[in-house]
Structures are given as structure tokens and as C-alpha cells.
């Protein structure tokens, strides 16, 4: 039977691409929706097409002032996990130290930590510290809980370096710096921009840590839950298509890179 043994042969490829197909399900609903114009509050039922919420994708009012305090918290956020989360994850795999077992064990909390439990008690650290929550209350949070992913990511590529790359870069009269720039820091490079490309999806998305902390300072994700409850612009699905295209495009853009370096190298 030539069409059983050919499913047989592809079975894993067919059983890939449904799952694919199923997790980018709600993505394409998403952007058949932008291009949606309701006849009520809700864009849930599809009426008619039209161009008018992507050629106006502020025109709802504080929309695009979420989305800018949800960028800058995202960006801040991912650098400053990434640079603290790089640093930690070298110091857990390169020294001994007293208590480095108890640290990485540490280091997972915040990752099978429910979120709400995260949130209440960020929540009470700041309002016993006299903290007044908003953008700042929010940056540390996202710190917090992104610092984990970013140690996590960058210590499993730290921990498959070979250690002889940089004992010949020493025996070639390299510094430490220069050993640093030059054979460490491109070798860790893939893992370090995993963790920051993770950190910043995470952080834009969070809403529970956020509405804990938030004060009266509204992100977009919080302003997609106000808005849920009473009626939902097309612009949403907008901004929701533009972060989709722009994350897949990376993807590409680094998938071309990767190929073109390793046609060089052969």
C-alpha cells in the first residue's frame, strides 16, 4: 500500500505541521481581524473588510501611550536582565563558591514560582518599603522575573564552551578583555540574545505582575484587558499583527545570518 508506507515515512514531518498549524491558529485569526470592521463594540464576529484601523492604528485613545510605556519597560527590562543574568550565569558555572548550589536552585524559583504568588509578594516588598508603584515598580518586577530565563539561557551555553578556545587565545598573548571580546563573548553571543529576545516577549506580554504593581500606570497588555470588558478595537489586533510580522521577521533575518556564516565557514 504506497500511501500507507508513504504516511509512515513522513508521519513525524505531517504531525509537526498540524502542530505548527495549530499554535499559529490564533495568530492568523488575529490578522484576519485587523483588516475586520464591526458593526458594534466587539470585534469578534467578522462583517466586512477594511483598511481603517491600520491606517489608523492610534486611533483609539491611550492606546499607543500603553504601547510606548510596554516597549520601554520591555526594553529596559531585557537589558538590564540581560546584563545582570549573563554576569550570574558566569559566575555559577566558572567559580566554587559557598552556597552555589543553594543559587542555582534559587535561580528557578521565579520560573515555577506561581505568578500570582510572585506578584502579592512584590506587591508587599514595595508598599512596606514605601514605594510608590508605578513605571519603576514595574521595570524591577520584570528584572525580577525575567532574570531567571536569562541565567538559565546563557548558562547552558556557557557550560558547552570549550574552555581550550580560551586557554589558546592566553597562550597567544591575549588579555583577559581581549579574550573576553574576542572568543568568550561571541562564543556565549547565541545564548546571551536568547535570554534578551525571551526577556522582552515576556515582559510585554506580563499582565498579573504587572497589575499587582502597576499603581496607576496602565501597559498594554492591561489596557487590551480594560477594553475586553467594554468592546475591543481593531487597532488591538493591529498592534498585535505588527508584533507578530516583526518577530518573525528577526527569525528570518537571523536564519539568513546563521546560513550565510556557515557557507563562509565551509
Not at 520601554?72 to 550570574?88: C, D, E, K, S, Y
Not at 581550550?164 to 583577559?176: H, I, S, T, V
Not at 515582559?203 to 468592546?231: E, L
Amino acid at each position: 500500500m504506497p500511501f500507507v508506507n508513504w504516511l509512515k515515512k513522513h508521519l513525524v514531518v505531517i504531525a509537526g505541521l498540524v502542530t505548527l498549524g495549530y499554535l499559529l491558529l490564533p495568530n492568523v485569526i488575529v490578522t484576519v481581524f485587523s483588516f475586520n470592521k464591526p458593526k458594534g463594540r466587539f470585534n469578534y464576529e467578522w462583517q466586512q473588510f477594511s483598511l481603517n484601523a491600520w491606517k489608523q492604528p492610534c486611533g483609539v485613545a491611550d492606546m499607543c501611550g500603553s504601547l510606548s510605556i510596554s516597549l520601554r519597560i520591555a526594553a529596559l527590562a531585557t537589558i538590564g536582565a540581560t546584563l545582570l543574568g549573563t554576569m550570574i550565569a558566569f559566575a555559577l558555572v566558572r567559580y566554587r563558591f559557598r552556597a552555589r548550589g543553594a543559587v542555582n536552585s534559587l535561580i528557578f524559583l521565579p520560573m515555577a514560582m506561581p505568578e500570582v504568588v510572585m506578584a502579592a509578594s512584590l506587591l508587599t516588598l514595595f508598599l512596606n518599603m514605601g514605594a510608590q508603584l508605578g513605571f519603576y515598580t514595574i521595570l524591577i518586577a520584570h528584572i525580577m522575573f525575567c532574570l531567571s530565563f536569562v541565567v538559565t539561557a546563557v548558562k547552558a551555553r556557557v557550560m558547552s564552551m570549550d574552555p581550550r578556545l580560551e586557554e589558546a587565545a592566553r597562550d597567544l598573548y591575549a588579555g583577559p578583555v581581549q579574550t573576553f571580546v574576542r572568543v568568550t563573548l561571541p562564543i556565549a553571543a547565541p545564548g546571551i540574545a536568547a535570554g534578551a529576545l525571551l526577556s522582552f516577549a515576556l515582559s510585554f506580554d506580563d499582565f498579573i505582575i504587572t497589575n499587582f504593581n502597576a499603581g496607576s500606570t496602565v501597559t498594554f497588555p492591561m489596557f487590551v484587558w480594560g477594553s475586553a470588558q467594554r468592546g475591543t478595537p481593531v487597532q488591538i489586533n493591529v498592534i498585535g499583527t505588527a508584533m507578530f510580522l516583526v518577530a518573525v521577521l528577526l527569525v528570518l533575518v537571523s536564519m539568513l545570518v546563521n546560513n550565510r556564516r556557515n557557507r563562509q565557514k565551509a
